[in-house]
């Protein structure tokens, strides 16, 4: 972004017209770097090889998938901003290389991995993904990555690693928010061992076809499709392998309104929000929400003999 100067300010001065302006800037600097990528907020990319992939279809839904600019445009960074609307404008400067996530805690030998290293490992594959927010919008997205589970086989767990902490990068002068205590920085995240382990738990680089914007969590987020967005971390900088469950920033923030399994049900309401129907972005009308966002048949065998009122 050439001028950002008006997105310094307070959130709360932030109005419709600010942000028409800024949109209108930003539509300019997007033509003018069209060659580069079609996504906004990719600040790095330039210098970037292009990601190559292949789709999984096996896991990938066939349904209509949320416009890359509702993609990138609405988005939750509590880093950089507790509006959706700001956080692809905030986050533009951030400074995703170099990068490493360091895998730690219950493991023979700790790791450091440089993230280009990172996205080498594993031929990358595009999933289409329904995800969907606990406060009740939901989005299809076209996400790259590949199984969180080639990464953590590459390390050698103790017999104590049960559970897989998550935290994203704490820097309160690249990411303002934290400068505010909305959340206690740095964000955390938590899955038990084999939620971890399991297919679908992608660690994902890019989407739509290109390396992730940094308000959608560049250079490497989490996404875990049959729980809540929340559960996904952005801008993961360390993987801590644990015995217990991680007590993550929305737990300490509200722990009677956040667990720690955070599964998508219609059943068990978060006490502000029912969970029974879902707001598709760019879609009229409500959808009924599914038992763990539809991929039960997947995941559904995590939970045997759980009580998921209880587990919340
Ligand atoms: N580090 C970090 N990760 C985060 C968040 C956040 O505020 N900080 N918000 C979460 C929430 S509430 C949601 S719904 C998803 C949104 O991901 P998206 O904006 O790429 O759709 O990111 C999750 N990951
Ligand atoms: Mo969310």
Redesign the pocket.
Known sequence: MPDNKEFNSPASEITPQTLFNSRRQFMRLAAATAAVGVLPGMADAKALPKLHYTRNKSLSTSETKTTPYD?THY?????FDTSKFTPYAYASQLKTRPWTITIDGEVKKRKVVDIDRLIKLAPLEERIYR?R??EGWA?V?PWLGYPLSKLLKQVQLTSRAKYVEFI?LEDPLQMPNQQTDV?QWP?REGLRLDEAMNPLTLLTVGLYGERLPN???APV?VVVPWK???K????IVQIRLVEYPTTTSWMLASPTEYGFYANVNPLVDHPRWSQATEQRIGEHGRRDTLLFNGYGKYVEKLYIGMNLVDYF
């Open positions: 993609v988005t939750n960074f509590y880093e995800m927010c606990v989005m997205i994203s959340l964000y308000q959608n969590g987020r809540y967005g929340f996904s971390p952005k801008s």
